[in-house]
């Protein structure tokens, strides 16, 4: 199994709602990265978990909050979002954060398409 | 960021041969990826550089020069389904012990019958 799912596919949501968006993998993956991909543009690194700990966070606003279950779950909780932060939210997965090396390269889910209304 | 600089846009046709340009300044480099990203899904991989010299698979190839900063990514027997944006995504491990990816803006290759 190579492979890195998301859900919801698509979620449209008021700025007073409360959502997760939800990662999975089962390649034995100890990092995984969530990123913010606007149209046109690259993806932004938001968070790293590196075997379940948070290592790395990109000042992202508070009302953006990951979660980390267990080393195949990764979670994305929203809250009181805005219109700008609209985007399509990519997951993805390494076998670690820390070595080089083609092996290391990171595998990417299909995203979720959020629309803040 | 790390001033990765690639084009904005390309076009070819049908069969030819298209090189697409990244250039990079960053201090911690430990490797250049290039991904393909087809509109609305998920980046994937295609090729990985981190000593100087040309990589090579199937129609793809990837060529590094550390001391110029610089990449490549060479399609050849161009098809239409490889019309995509191309992203040059470059390691930098200063200052962490993770692999952090910054990417460039990607190249929006479009393939003309």
């Known amino acids: 199994d190579t492979e890195v799912t998301q859900t919801p596919k698509h979620l449209v949501m008021g700025m007073t709602n409360k959502k997760s968006l939800k990662c999975e993998q089962h390649m034995g993956h100890r990092a995984m990265y969530w990123y913010k991909q606007k149209a046109k543009k690259p993806p932004e690194l938001m968070f790293v978990y590196s075997y379940e700990k948070l290592s790395i966070n990109e000042s992202v606003p508070s009302r953006f909050s990951p979660e980390c279950p267990n080393s195949s779950l990764l979670n994305l909780h929203l809250h009181a979002l805005q219109p700008e932060d609209s985007a399509l939210y990519l997951c993805?997965?390494?076998?670690?954060?820390?070595?080089?090396?083609?092996?290391?390269?990171?595998?990417f889910g299909p995203g979720t398409r959020l629309t803040v209304l | 960021g790390q001033n990765i600089d690639q084009p904005t846009e390309m076009t070819a046709t049908e069969g030819a041969i298209v090189q697409i340009n990244c250039t990079y300044q960053t201090s911690g480099f430990n490797g250049l990826f290039w991904y393909q990203q087809h509109a609305g899904e998920a980046p994937t991989f295609l090729s990985y550089n981190v000593l100087d010299g040309l990589e090579e698979k199937g129609r793809f190839s990837s060529f590094l020069s550390r001391s110029k900063g610089y990449s490549y990514l060479l399609l050849k027997e161009l098809q239409m389904k490889d019309s995509a944006s191309y992203l040059c995504a470059v390691r930098d491990d200063r200052g962490s012990t993770l692999g952090r990816l910054y990417f460039g803006r990607g190249t929006q290759l479009t393939v003309w019958p």
């Open positions: 993805a997965s390494s076998q670690d954060g820390t070595s080089g090396g083609p092996n290391n390269e990171q595998f």
